[in-house]
């Protein structure tokens, strides 16, 4: 559901990226035949789609795209390295004890699922 963000007890909410005024939240744009909504950071559509392109990453299990702004699953390679996957019934596999969230190239909120 969109949300309209100016009123006249409220500030417009501007574009993180370029200042651009944006009139309804959550942003949504159309990447890798994924819709992407963002509430927050606040993005105008260009500026969104142009973060996805240049900050989305593989998924290590399907090789679709996984867009910024995204909780991921995170699996270790025998190297150390971090693999990313969707966080679907489809990509997620049950050996996947590490979630996140994938934001401007970076993994943020990384936290161990305890095993049972």
């Known amino acids: 559901m969109k949300q309209t963000v100016s009123s006249k007890n409220s500030q417009a909410a501007h574009c993180s990226e370029c200042g651009a005024e944006i009139s309804q939240l959550p942003t949504v744009v159309e990447f890798d035949r994924q819709e992407i909504h963002v509430f927050d950071p606040v993005f105008c559509a260009s500026c969104l789609l142009s973060l996805c392109e240049r900050y989305a990453v593989e998924c290590a299990n399907c090789g679709g795209k996984i867009p910024p702004y995204s909780q991921v699953g995170v ?35 990384f936290v161990q699922v305890e095993a049972c």
């Open 75 to 109: 699996l270790k390679t025998e190297m150390g390295a971090s693999q990313f996957v969707h966080m679907t019934t489809a990509c997620s596999t049950a050996g996947s004890a590490f979630h996140g969230y994938w934001g401007k190239g970076t993994l943020g909120e």
